[in-house]
């Protein structure tokens, strides 16, 4: 059992930026593929960023790419998103996800039936 809480949400203007955080606690933790999701109102959950399990791999969505940077700490057991320029269409909860890493590519990363334990979301509002 792994249980995933994120902080780091808030209220920031456009072009601003925001640093998410995921703290994991559970056995092994560490050895998890990671993700981060996010769901705006009325639309479905969408992929933002995975990372392996030993961070040297990660994916972004086309939406995010050149903004976001996704990094995880295995010492502290810690997934973090730097995002910055935000815009009001990254207005979202986001969320943190673990899988089993034995799927790789981006395929299997970006799918949330892929991953098998989910935080509760943080609020991302950036106004317009």
């Known amino acids: 059992q792994v249980r995933l809480v994120e902080s780091g949400g808030g209220l920031v203007q456009a072009g601003g930026s925001l640093r998410l955080s995921c703290a994991a606690s559970?056995?092994?933790?560490?050895?998890?593929?990671m993700g981060w999701f996010r769901q705006a109102p009325g639309k479905e959950r969408e992929f933002v960023s995975g990372?392996?399990?030993?961070?040297?791999?990660?994916y972004y969505a086309d939406s995010v790419k050149g903004r976001f940077t996704i990094s995880r700490d295995n010492a502290k057991n810690t997934l973090y998103l730097q995002m910055n320029s935000l815009s009001p269409e990254d207005t979202a909860v986001y969320y943190c996800a673990a899988k089993i890493d034995y799927c790789k590519g981006y395929g299997c990363y970006a799918q949330t039936f892929e991953y098998d334990y989910w935080g509760q979301g943080t609020q991302v509002t950036v106004p317009s």
């Open positions: 559970g056995r092994s933790a560490s050895s998890y593929g």
């Open positions: 990372i392996n399990w030993s961070g040297d791999t990660t």
